[in-house]
């Protein structure tokens, strides 16, 4: 039996950094560095890999102040001066230690890595974590993992026996070439997810940093830039960023749109392939456990 783990409760707004105002604070003071995590939220969770980067949480855990002494929102500021510009708007509110995570969030802040995380839902969304970010609630998360278990519940039978789970979930155990093989496939869909990813944002940055006026972000029509038909996003660019593709370049982005649409879906329909692959091996495996016997998933 496997314990599912709460991410950490919604933190105070003023502890949510972007990945600028982390990297000044940084900058500033680089003892402050190990304060931070990157923040996974249920909004920006994908499936098998999911990127990091842009959110960070500022993940003083319970009784920090108390064993560094720090009774006031100054005092934390004059440890960590690379934190004033960003807190100091919130000194006047009256909860104490109001800028540590509350003690709900241990279990989540301890958890071992690598890590799954689980969304929620009846088709919940999974990847693999294998770094140090934090997730927040409701995801959850299985800790310590490893790309056997992803594939366990990863398949469609995993995926609903997750949804049904609470505390915890009980799951099969596969034979050494079994498991061997779904350690393989796993490890296939996460480095195809993190390439898709990578090729997905990639081109939206370069969209952002060539047309983009400052100040300017993009749409969510053109974060999915693959589903657009090249006349498309040139008006989609135009109508978003406030300026056009110049026709001398239009070929040139012609065929980077191409090339990067083709490369997207060949990569989803091969993690089609690897997850068909992993059913065919992980399903059979819940058929033949006890997970559809009254309390084997609790």
């Given at each position: 039996?496997?314990?599912?783990?709460?991410g950490?409760?919604?933190?105070?707004?003023?502890?949510?950094?972007?990945?600028?105002?982390?990297?000044?604070?940084?900058?500033?003071?680089?003892?402050?560095?190990?304060?931070?995590?990157?923040?996974?939220?249920?909004a920006?969770?994908?499936?098998w890999?999911?990127?990091?980067?842009?959110?960070?949480l500022?993940?003083?855990?319970?009784?920090y102040s108390?064993?560094?002494?720090?009774?006031?929102?100054?005092d934390?500021?004059?440890?960590h001066?690379?934190l004033?510009?960003?807190?100091?708007?919130?000194?006047s509110l009256?909860?104490?230690?109001?800028?540590?995570?509350?003690?709900?969030?241990?279990?989540?802040?301890?958890?071992?890595?690598?890590?799954?995380?689980l969304?929620d839902?009846?088709?919940?969304?999974?990847?693999w974590?294998?770094?140090?970010?934090?997730?927040s609630?409701?995801?959850?998360?299985?800790?310590?993992?490893?790309?056997?278990?992803?594939?366990?519940?990863?398949?469609?039978?995993?995926?609903?026996?997750?949804?049904?789970?609470?505390?915890?979930i009980?799951l099969?155990?596969?034979?050494a070439?079994?498991?061997?093989r779904?350690?393989?496939?796993t490890?296939?869909?996460?480095?195809?997810?993190?390439?898709?990813q990578s090729l997905?944002?990639?081109?939206a940055?370069?969209?952002?940093a060539?047309?983009?006026?400052?100040?300017s972000?993009?749409?969510?029509?053109?974060?999915?830039w693959?589903e657009l038909?090249?006349?498309?996003?040139?008006?989609?660019?135009?109508?978003?960023l406030?300026?056009?593709?110049?026709?001398?370049?239009q070929?040139?982005?012609?065929?980077?749109?191409?090339?990067?649409r083709?490369?997207?879906?060949?990569?989803?329909?091969?993690?089609?392939?690897?997850?068909?692959?992993?059913?065919?091996?992980?399903?059979?495996?819940?058929?033949?456990?006890?997970?559809?016997?009254?309390?084997?998933?609790v």
């Open positions: 039996m496997r314990t599912l783990i709460t950490i409760p919604q933190p105070h707004p003023a502890l949510i950094f972007s990945r600028a105002e982390r990297d000044q604070a940084v900058i500033f003071d680089p003892a402050c560095a190990p304060l931070f995590r990157p923040l996974i939220e249920r920006t969770l994908q499936p890999h999911t990127p990091t980067g842009d959110t960070w500022l993940s003083l855990p319970p009784g108390t064993e560094r002494n720090i009774r006031s929102l100054a934390l500021i004059d440890r001066p690379g004033r510009q960003r807190l100091s708007a919130y000194a009256p909860d104490p230690h109001w800028w540590e995570l509350p003690p709900a969030a241990a279990p989540a802040l301890q958890a071992a890595a690598p890590r799954i995380l969304g839902g009846e088709q919940p969304v999974i990847a974590e294998g770094g140090y970010a934090l997730a609630a409701p995801i959850r998360m299985i800790a310590p993992a490893d790309h056997v278990l992803l594939a366990l519940v990863m398949c469609s039978v995993g995926r609903r026996e997750l949804s049904r789970a609470t505390n915890a009980n099969p155990v596969a034979t070439s079994v498991a061997h779904l350690a393989e496939l490890a296939q869909a996460v480095a195809m997810a993190q390439e898709q997905a944002r990639e081109f940055r370069r969209l952002l060539d047309f983009g006026p400052p100040g972000t993009l749409t969510d029509r053109l974060r999915r693959w038909e090249f006349p498309e996003l040139l008006v989609t660019v135009q109508q978003v406030r300026n056009p593709i110049p026709a001398p370049f070929p040139f982005w012609a065929a980077r749109h191409a090339e990067g083709a490369r997207y879906y060949a990569l989803a329909n091969e993690i089609a392939a690897v997850e068909a692959a992993i059913d065919e091996l992980a399903i059979p495996l819940w058929q033949a456990s006890s997970y559809s016997s009254p309390g084997s998933v």
